[in-house]
């Protein structure tokens, strides 16, 4: 079975500070890795994703995120955060990229941006 | 804009009542459809995979008799909760795959709150 932990369900930046969300996978096999924002009372927006083409993901409003393998990691940053950035990030894993396959995801993590 | 739509948005019931949730996929069809349940500040739980045409694949410890779902056509699938007690209050998404973009839209979800 496929899972993905988020370390630290609340995490806290200055404004114009480097964001780092954390995020560890567990698979048996080559997982697709994937991390969407959810805005107060909305859906899930696609961030970026993992589908083993390249390590290093730049996605939209100047996220990215690094697999690696050594570490099960696949970490969100940013370099520096804005007050547009304060939302609830997930990570998820799914067996296929192909976007047709249930995604499995972390417990979330609280992006709050301070003034 | 928006790919996959929901309605309605939120909805306040009586328990005992049915509550029928709409999943749309905008421009593209989606042979499958995934509906999460979302209870707060936790993450996303997948409830069943929606198939067109065919029945629904519930995930363990969901009740397939108390959320009824409807794949009727290749942009509509309904979520239809029986007999509503409070503990099925919760955020219901549901996201449709558009397999030639390789991606899962998700619906902005719906609020059901039953009293």
């Known amino acids: 079975a496929q899972s993905v932990t988020q370390l630290g369900s609340h995490v806290s930046v200055s404004e114009g500070a480097l964001v780092l969300l954390r995020c560890n996978y567990s698979s048996s096999v080559p997982p697709y890795l994937f991390w969407y924002v959810q805005y107060p009372n909305q859906g899930l927006q696609l961030l970026l994703k993992y589908t083993s083409a390249a390590t290093l993901v730049k996605g939209i409003n100047g996220f990215e995120a690094e697999f690696k393998k050594s570490e099960t990691s696949f970490h969100l940053t940013k370099p520096s955060a804005h007050m547009s950035d304060a939302a609830e990030y997930f990570c998820a894993v799914s067996e296929s990229g192909f976007g047709n396959e249930k995604l499995t995801f972390g417990t979330g993590t609280r992006l709050t941006i301070i003034p | 804009g928006a790919v996959v739509s929901q309605h309605p948005s939120w909805v306040i019931c009586k328990s005992g009542t049915s509550v029928k949730i709409e999943c749309r996929s905008l421009d593209f069809q989606a042979t499958t459809m995934f509906w999460y349940r979302q209870f707060p500040k936790q993450s996303l739980m997948l409830m069943a995979t929606?198939?067109?045409?065919?029945?629904?694949?519930?995930e363990q410890g969901v009740e397939k008799d108390k959320f009824l779902i409807n794949h009727a056509s290749l942009t509509l699938s309904t979520l239809t909760v029986t007999s509503a007690h409070p503990e099925d209050s919760s955020f219901y998404i549901c996201?449709?795959?558009?397999?030639?973009?390789?991606?899962?839209?998700f619906g902005p979800g719906t609020r059901l709150t039953v009293l």
């Open positions: 929606s198939n067109e045409g065919s029945k629904a694949t519930y």
């Open positions: 996201s449709a795959p558009r397999r030639e973009l390789a991606t899962q839209y």
